[in-house]
């Protein structure tokens, strides 16, 4: 992925540049790595049932390899969001592209790395206030002429 070296020591006296580590990523299509991963428990609401959300970080990069941000998405565990569980699974390689079920190896989640389209929309709050958001649909590992086995990037 990205050049960006995270053990990197910080000096005493010197200044760094921080990345904003949700940010309003551009429209497009990139690479991904997730970086990390936390499970949280959601009570049952008018809208949804008890359910286990997947909140995951993706480091994002442009198809040239360049870095193009960080961003955070999640995964609602029950069945009405079984599609985005899928393209998910797909893109990391953890079920074949054709496949009718599919599956996460959670234990090698984090470090995965895939294909995601990401677009902007706009989000209305509960206070009736909107901003904008990242969305993002999960896709297929690109085909290649020769394949290696491993992720081209």
């Not at 006296?13 to 990523?25: K, L, M, R, S, T």
């Not at 909140?55 to 961003?71: C, I, M, S, V, W």
């Not at 009718?100 to 709050?125: H, L, M, N, P, Q």
Request: proline share 7%; aromatic share 12%; with cysteine.
């Amino acid at each position: 992925m990205s050049q960006y070296d995270e053990y990197a020591a910080i000096p005493m006296d010197g200044e760094i540049e921080v990345e904003n580590e949700n940010q309003i990523i551009p429209e497009g299509e990139y690479l991904f790595r997730i970086v990390s991963m936390k499970r949280e428990q959601v009570e049952k609401t008018e809208k949804m049932p008890n359910h286990t959300n997947i909140r995951f970080q993706l480091k994002l990069e442009h198809p040239d390899g360049t870095y193009a941000g960080n961003a955070f998405d999640n995964i609602r565990m029950y069945m009405k969001w079984a599609w985005k569980f899928s393209d998910l699974a797909k893109s990391i390689g953890h079920t074949p592209p054709d496949s009718r079920s599919c599956r996460i190896a959670w234990d090698k989640f984090v470090g995965a790395e895939g294909r995601v389209k990401v677009t902007i929309r706009d989000w209305k709050k509960s206070d009736g206030t909107s901003e904008k958001q990242n969305a993002f649909k999960y896709l297929p590992p690109a085909p290649h002429e020769e394949s290696s086995g491993d992720i081209p990037f």
